[in-house]
């Protein structure tokens, strides 16, 4: 069985408009050249005495951060200003690690696109939140219940 990565995508509800749902799933286009986060090299380096769950985590919270810089940037459109996280299981090597300085140690670089990717999960904030993201959590949502989510 080929080993896989779980890259967290920072995305806003535009993207996750684009997925195709079904009762059993989602489906999502993850192209060439997007941005993510994942456990990199660099992070397990940097966080040594962490676990596996430990560093995925870190590595989830940098892509809700990132979600956030690209909520604000749209901030007077109609895309909600909820932040959104689609987590994906994509063979390793889809994403390399990102070699700018200001990047956070999980960020990667999606270098081979994936035109049907499974969804593992999606993550929104409340729609209580809407722009306020101080100390606010993500909900989870399992990728059938992406029509359902509440969006502001």
Do not use: N
Request: contains cysteine; proline residues 7%.
């Amino acid at each position: 069985m080929p080993q896989t990565t779980r890259l967290y995508v920072p995305a806003t509800f535009d993207d996750l408009d684009a997925a195709t749902v079904t009762a059993k799933g989602a489906r999502w286009t993850l192209p060439a050249g997007r941005s993510a986060h994942a456990v990199t090299p660099d992070l397990r380096d940097a966080l040594p005495d962490e676990d596996d769950e430990s560093l995925e985590w870190q590595a989830f919270c940098e892509a809700a951060d990132t979600s956030a810089a690209l909520v604000t940037s749209r901030a007077g459109t109609t895309t909600p200003a909820l932040r959104v996280v689609i987590s994906l299981d994509v063979p390793d090597g889809v994403g390399q690690p990102s070699t700018s300085d200001t990047d956070a140690l999980s960020a990667v670089t999606v270098t081979q696109g994936i035109s049907d990717a499974q969804v593992a999960a999606v993550h929104v904030d409340e729609v209580e939140v809407a722009g306020d993201f101080a100390d606010a959590d993500l909900l989870w949502y399992a990728p059938e219940e992406i029509p359902s989510i509440p969006r502001v």
